[in-house]
Structure formats: C-alpha cells, structure tokens
C-alpha cells in the first residue's frame, strides 16, 4: 500500500469505446492523436493487455475488479432477451450487481469524490445506475449505444411499436435528461465526445478541493453509428481510398517499426464474406466504405481533441502530476452488430432505411446511420485473429496507456510487454489510494472478492525499468478465462486455448495457441501438444466453476455445445450474413 502520509492521487480513468488496437497514433495509427501520443511519450504502451470481448461486461470488471460472470454480466443484458430462464443464474443479470462493491463505492466510502460523464451500460432500471453505484456526480447514456449528436426519431411520432419498452437513454445524478429539451430540439446542439468532457471539467470544477477525486471518462465514440462534424471527417479525405487491406498492411508495418509487435510476426488472416472484397465492389460501394472509415478516424480525432481539453485542465489546477490517467479500449475494433437492439429494436435495417439518410455526402451527420464492417475492423486488429465479440486476441488484446508521473517521470515513451488485464485497474487503484478492498461484506451485504492484481510492485520495482517483459501474472497466479457467446478461450502464461462453433469462425474444438510465437493464433497445437491441452483444459474446468460460468456439455465430448443457444441467436445469426448487412456500401444507402 502507499503510504499514507502522501498526498493521495486523484484518478482519471479514459475509456474509448470499439477502439481497435492500432486505431491512435502512437499504436501505428494514420489518425492524428497528439494528445495521446503525447500522453504516451511521458508515459508507457502497455502491448499485453486485455478485456473482455465485449463492452459492458470489461465495464463490469474494470469496476469489480473481479471476472464478469461474478460480477453481473456474464451475459449482456442484450443477449439475455432471447433466453430468460437460461440466465436466471447469479453473475448473469445482464447489470452490475450487488454482489460486488464497485470501484466508485469503496473510493467513496473512502474520502474520494467520484464523478462519471459518458457511456454506463451497466444497468438500465433506476436501482443499477451510476447515483447507485457511489457516483456523487454522474451524467450517464444508460444502453450500449446511441445517436452520438442525441437525435432519435425512432422514439418520437409515429413509432414503432416495439420501441415502447424502451427506457430513457441519459440520466444525471440520478434524474432523467431530455436533451431534446435541452438542445432546444436542434440535433446539433450535442455531440457525445464533446459534451462527456466539457460536462466532466464542469464537475471537476465544482468538486469539493480537500478531496482527492476519481474521474470516469468513457466515451461513446467511436462506436457506431459513425457521425462526426465533417470538419474532422473531410480531414481523411482520400486516405482510405485504396481499402482495408492496403491499410492493414500500413498498420502493421508502423507497428514493427514502433517496436509493439515482433519484426516476425505472422498475422492472422482476414476472416470477412468474399464479396466484400475491395476488388469485388463497385466504385460508388468503395466511396460509401471508404467514407465511413473516415467518419470513424474523424471520431477518433476529435475524441482526441478532447482528451487534450480533459488534460489542460488537469494543467491549469495544479493536478496534473498526482493524477494517475489512463487510457484504454474496452474490446477490439467493432466488425458486426449486436448492441443496437436496446434503441433500435429488433430490425435496424428498418429504422435506418426508414429515417435516415445514408449517401455519400450525408455519411458521418447526425441522420445517417452507418458502420464500417469486418474488414476495417480487421485493419485495426491485425496481427490479432478478428475483432469485438470474440475471445480471439483481436477481440480482447486493445490499447493501452498509462502515465503517473512518479512512475513514468523516468521512463517516457517506455513499452511494456507484460499480459495485464481490465480487473487489474481497480486493485491498482485501490493499492494507489491507500484502500483496502472491504473483503467479505459491504454496506451491509456480501459481496465477492478482487480477481485481478495490483500493478503498484510492478511498476515501482526497479528490476521491472530494466526488464519491461517481466510479468505481472506470476505462474502460480490462477489462469485468466473469458466467455461470452458461447466463445470461450483460457490463458496460463504464453499458452491459450480458444472455442469457438464452425459457424462462428471456429472448428468446433478446443484450439490451441503459443502466444511468445504466435501472437496472431495462426498454428492450433492441440495435436502436437496434447498434455499442454489436458492441462489448460482443467484449469478451464476450475474458472467455470470457481466464476459461476453457465457453459455447454462436459468438455470430454469432441463439440462443446451451449444449450439455449440456436444459430440465430447468437449475434443476428450467421456471421457472415451479419457482417454483410453491417456494411455502409450494403443495403440501406439512399443515392
């Protein structure tokens, strides 16, 4: 613990939303960040680190500290839809539960004021959201996603009918927000990534100053649908027009050049439907794609001009240097569907075909609706095998940043190869304040002790300046697993083991991987090592049933089957009949 006669720090935690591995400039990125590359040079990459596949459930381990199927969302509230009785099971809710005390909570109880402004999705029902969770002051968007300047014409006139389920999107402190009336109804009158920081620095402004403070900051941007003013968007013009691949191969050799992946590297190959091939589409379905893929670096862009307002402030008080800032992704780059369901209802197509305007020029305002699919997102994750959704490296390997003065004063710029994970954030935080984890009980209920590691004794150990690939998961630390979907993988030191079904880009069985030499999970080894495969098979035995993991049949048969789960339910359906429809080129463009 540190000790307790220093000032403590403050806390400001950064969290991009479908942001791919190499998608900011100091990852091997085209997109100007100057801010996080700035962040970065004072501060250290982390290459190693990992989420869930997916954003509500990292979200409910970057705030338990513990694995998600304990902590609440073992299943996204957007799954469990399809099957109720399946996942009436703890850990399961589709919220951050209560058998949990969440990061806010504990630094509550303990001097910090907490503030949030930006995307929640941990609970939709007054009793899950933030104001509950130890959040003084909190401005919230409640469901996975939503129209980034506020405009949602599906919830007014003449709407349809399933939509009356729906909640409220935003709430502050607890209350709801209706931005049509503070926007004096003009759908420019918001924009997400705009209005999340300058409503933060707001509340920064107004904190009680004999309190240390911990700020949450998590953007919604660059989820889809991809809209930015189109000052940032025209900024890309042409520099995608040469495709996905051709931008894939950019990335990938800045990455070797910056020295965050290995001169050999075999990278996974590109998993997509063959007509999406950039040879395959016409010239105007190549301007439609390319268009969106500038929107989505015109996002990233300005999501990085307000990381810049967020850290000038922090300047300009005098916190700067005791604040311990990090930036992260919460899964990899986002290449299908699935969120869209809580504020678009079952059939997007519909919604979007209906109100809103999808050609060229209109791509990236606030009345279209677009996303740019498995190839782009491909491009954001290579070497790693696909992207958001899978326990595949792409899906769960993303950016990280960290910068502390006492610990990065000295070592700026510095890279850092250690496998670290999401639920490590809330004991380094706590060991940073001075806290410690209430154990056993909370206000009053039980609650499950912290899964993830302290990262304080890492960074504060002088062995670790000279040896950036010592690890912070010792061998004898428990195996780290992930499940969601049915799509499973399990890691113990360098060695992983993945499951995924045939139809969802699998072999039905358990793969397995050496990730010191095949970071791209290229080479399934389950043939030539079949004792390492017995093994990480019953530590996945021991995460099950230590996590409360609702799985298929016992891992003896030759498929692992996910009972309640049919083909069609899972993501839309077919993957590549998703991925398809998930293009901007494909199906809803009004030219």
Request: with cysteine.
């Amino acid at each position: 613990m540190s000790s307790p006669n220093k000032r403590r720090p403050n806390f400001l935690v950064i969290v991009a939303d479908d942001l791919g591995f190499s998608d900011v400039g100091c990852f091997g990125s085209e997109i100007r960040t100057p801010n996080l590359d700035k962040l970065a040079s004072s501060g250290i990459r982390m290459t190693d680190f990992h989420t869930a596949a997916a954003c509500s459930p990292t979200r409910a381990m970057l705030l338990s500290g513990t694995d998600n199927h304990i902590a609440g969302v073992g299943v996204m509230s957007e799954q469990k839809e399809h099957d109720l009785a399946r996942w009436d099971v703890p850990g399961h809710e589709g919220y951050l539960n209560l058998r949990v005390a969440a990061l806010p909570e504990v630094l509550q109880d303990n001097g910090y004021h907490t503030l949030l402004s930006g995307k929640w999705h941990l609970g939709l029902k007054p009793a899950y959201i933030p104001d509950k969770r130890g959040f003084d002051r909190s401005f919230a968007l409640l469901p996975g996603c939503s129209n980034h300047y506020g405009w949602e014409p599906q919830f007014g006139e003449g709407m349809i009918k399933h939509f009356e389920r729906i909640p409220p999107l935003y709430t502050e402190d607890g209350n709801l927000v209706d931005l049509k009336a503070n926007t004096n109804n003009d759908p420019k009158g918001f924009y997400s990534s705009d209005f999340y920081v300058d409503n933060l620095v707001k509340y920064l402004s107004e904190r009680p100053t004999d309190k240390p403070f911990f700020a949450f900051l998590p953007f919604a941007a660059p989820h889809w649908p991809l809209q930015v003013n189109k000052t940032y968007r025209d900024r890309y013009k042409g520099v995608y027009d040469d495709g996905p691949e051709t931008l894939r191969l950019r990335r990938l050799a800045r990455l070797k050049e910056l020295g965050l992946i290995a001169q050999d590297v075999i990278p996974h190959d590109v998993v997509a439907p063959p007509e999406t091939e950039w040879s395959a589409l016409t010239d105007q379905e190549r301007k439609l794609s390319a268009r969106a893929m500038e929107t989505f670096a015109g996002m990233v862009e300005n999501m990085d001009e307000n990381i810049g307002k967020i850290l000038n402030y922090l300047e300009e008080i005098g916190e700067a240097d005791n604040t311990f800032i990090i930036f992260q992704s919460d899964n990899g780059a986002e290449g299908a569907s699935y969120e869209a369901r809580p504020t678009m209802g079952d059939s997007v197509l519909d919604v979007v075909n209906r109100f809103y305007d999808n050609s060229l020029e209109n791509i990236g305002e606030y009345n279209s609706f677009v996303w740019y699919g498995p190839r782009w997102a491909q491009a954001a994750t290579a070497p790693s095998r696909l992207y958001k959704m899978y326990s595949t490296e792409g899906g769960i390997k993303v950016p990280m940043i960290i910068n502390y003065p006492p610990w990065t004063k000295e070592r700026g710029g510095e890279v850092v190869n250690a496998f670290a994970t999401v639920m490590d954030i809330m004991p380094t935080i706590l060991d940073l304040a001075g806290v410690q984890h209430p154990g056993k009980t909370f206000r009053g209920r039980e609650v499950e002790e912290m899964r993830g590691k302290s990262w304080v004794k890492f960074f504060e150990n002088k062995n670790h300046i000279e040896d950036t690939t010592t690890a912070i998961h010792l061998e004898d630390d428990p195996a780290m697993g992930w499940e969601l979907f049915g799509r499973a993988a399990l890691r113990k030191g360098n060695w992983k083991i993945v499951y995924m079904t045939p139809w969802s880009y699998g072999t039905g069985d358990w793969e397995l991987f050496d990730l010191s030499k095949d970071p791209g999970e290229t080479k399934d080894l389950s043939r030539e090592e079949p004792q390492k495969l017995k093994e990480l098979l019953e530590l996945w035995e021991i995460y099950v049933e230590k996590n409360g993991v609702v799985w298929g049949s016992p891992l003896s048969e030759v498929e692992v089957k996910v009972p309640g789960l049919e083909r069609k339910d899972v993501i839309g359906g077919d993957p590549l009949e998703d991925t398809r429809a998930w293009m901007p080129h494909r199906g809803h463009c009004k030219d």
